[in-house]
């Protein structure tokens, strides 16, 4: 019987305060990529065989929820609220500071680098950790950050931010400039969980330098019960693979290979 994970390779990775499992797979310069709510589903796996298949190696931590396992509404739920109750790992309300887990994400990226090379790794975040992609910048490795569908913090007094601490930010900043790198953002103009004030504040921090895609309620795979959310996975349209949605997945693994020197 086949499964998700088919042609994945699991390991352990310990900072030397979380100790999370990885699944790898591919060749190549390293990509991270960070599963949304409610954890890492087929459709995050098959965008990292995407990605794979484009010549990088990626990981996929998980983070919470059980690998491979189908999403569904009760089952986000479920992960939410043990997420938002139980786990210190995540800020879900912060609207000063990064989740202390982007810490753990930050050393997997300096191990991968060290194991891949290339010119740096690509990380890409999405919903829950759609912001740790921009923290881990503080980590010189990563060279390519893409923020999908970023929905922390979550309420109206943190709509406008980003997820970040001030100092995470100035580094991004700085970075951006001096190696003259830049930041994807992606969401659907639609989406409640991504309030139009967090990419406004995204271009008034990076100007140019943040690349911000928006698609419309229209450019979403069909079928799916729920409201379009999830540009790389549930939502993308592989039917239509000249549509918007496709065009956006491929202009992120164009934007992975050309930075980490894929």
Same mark, same amino acid.
């Given at each position: 019987m086949t499964s998700a994970l088919d042609g994945f390779t699991r390991f352990e990775f310990d900072d030397g305060r979380w100790t999370r499992e990885v699944y790898r797979i591919g060749s190549g310069p390293a990509v991270i990529v960070i599963h949304e709510m409610p954890g890492l589903h087929p459709g995050v796996l098959a965008f990292a065989r995407d990605v794979a298949a484009a010549g990088m190696t990626v990981f996929c931590p998980s983070l919470f929820g059980k690998p491979a396992k189908t999403a569904s509404l009760g089952y986000a739920l479920g992960e939410i609220a043990k997420t938002l109750c139980v786990r210190r790992e995540f800020n879900a309300w912060a609207t000063d500071r990064s989740s202390p887990i982007v810490d753990w994400l930050r050393a997997l990226a300096r191990q991968a680098h060290k194991e891949c090379g290339g010119k740096g790794v690509g990380a890409v975040g999405m919903c829950f950790t759609g912001g740790f992609a921009l923290a881990m910048m503080t980590e010189p490795s990563v060279v390519a950050p893409v923020m999908s569908q970023p929905s922390l913090p979550f309420g109206k007094k943190g709509a406008g931010s980003i997820g970040c601490s001030a100092a995470e930010i100035s580094?991004?900043?700085?970075?951006?400039? &001096?190696? +003259?790198?830049?930041?994807?953002?992606? /969401? @659907? &103009?639609? +989406?409640?969980?991504?309030?139009?004030? /967090? @990419?406004?504040t995204l271009k008034r921090e990076f100007g140019d330098r943040v690349d911000l895609v928006e698609l419309s309620d229209a450019d979403a795979a069909k079928g799916v019960p729920m409201a379009p959310h999830s540009v790389l996975t549930l939502h993308l349209d592989r039917a239509d693979p000249l549509g918007p949605s496709m065009q956006t997945r491929d202009k992120v693994i164009a934007f992975f290979r050309a930075r980490t020197g894929a």
């Open positions: 580094c991004a900043r700085t970075r951006f400039e &001096t190696e +003259d790198l830049s930041l994807m953002a992606l /969401r @659907f &103009t639609s +989406d409640k969980l991504v309030p139009d004030a /967090r @990419f406004e």
